[in-house]
């Protein structure tokens, strides 16, 4: 009888409080944390959505802090500069009060410029963003069709593409060098995924020493030494 309590008990299904405190995998963890477009509201599933990240890449490719990126690209949005024709149509005085409003004030009359430029040969050569996608040939072809619009450089199609995985076909850039250090840094063998997530915790955590309150820091080899 005792030996038939035994077995009963081993296979009783674990309490759900007992179940949650099992410590999540580094891919686990790495997965929790927002990539920049979902903490900006936006589902690259939709095409509007799509062109406004492609705005806000153009934001977060500069030498300056997420945080004013982010700022900026609210800015715009708030004054419904979402397309290419309300942002020609804005004109430049008028990217350059916006962007010197949200804190691009080394980069204000540059990035206007570039804007302007952009979108006007956005929509002269392809009509849309989504047309210049079904024109490219493939992810290399992609990725020069992007870098051709002056101040798009690297940087930028990386930021816009690498969230873009897994929605558009083409969209398979290379990783990035910070993705590549993190993610040799924290032992993880897989980086296309979770590049997002790694650049985040390079920016916001590694670069301003917070290491205490990273997420992973349980994973870092930097830690470990």
Known sequence: MENAISIH???????????GEWPLSLEEKLSEIKSYSEELGLDLRDSSDRFKWFLASILFAKRISAEIAKRTFQLFIRE??????????????????????????????STASNLLEIMRKLKDEYGSLEKLYEK?????????????????????????LRELRGIWDKAKPKPSKIAKEMAEMLGLK?????????VRLRLEYCKKKRCMECPVREYCGALRK
């Open 136 to 160: 490219a040939s493939s992810p290399e072809d992609l990725e020069r069709k992007l870098m051709d619009f002056k101040g798009a450089g690297p940087t930028c199609v990386n930021i816009f």
């Open 9 to 19: 008990l081993l296979i009783l299904p674990l309490p759900t409080y007992y179940i």
């Open 190 to 198: 897989k980086i296309e995924p979770y590049e997002s997530a790694l």
């Open 80 to 109: 419904g500069l979402t397309s290419p024709d309300k942002i020609l149509e804005a004109g430049w005085d008028r990217l350059v009060e916006i962007l010197d409003s949200g804190g691009y004030v080394r980069y204000d009359f």
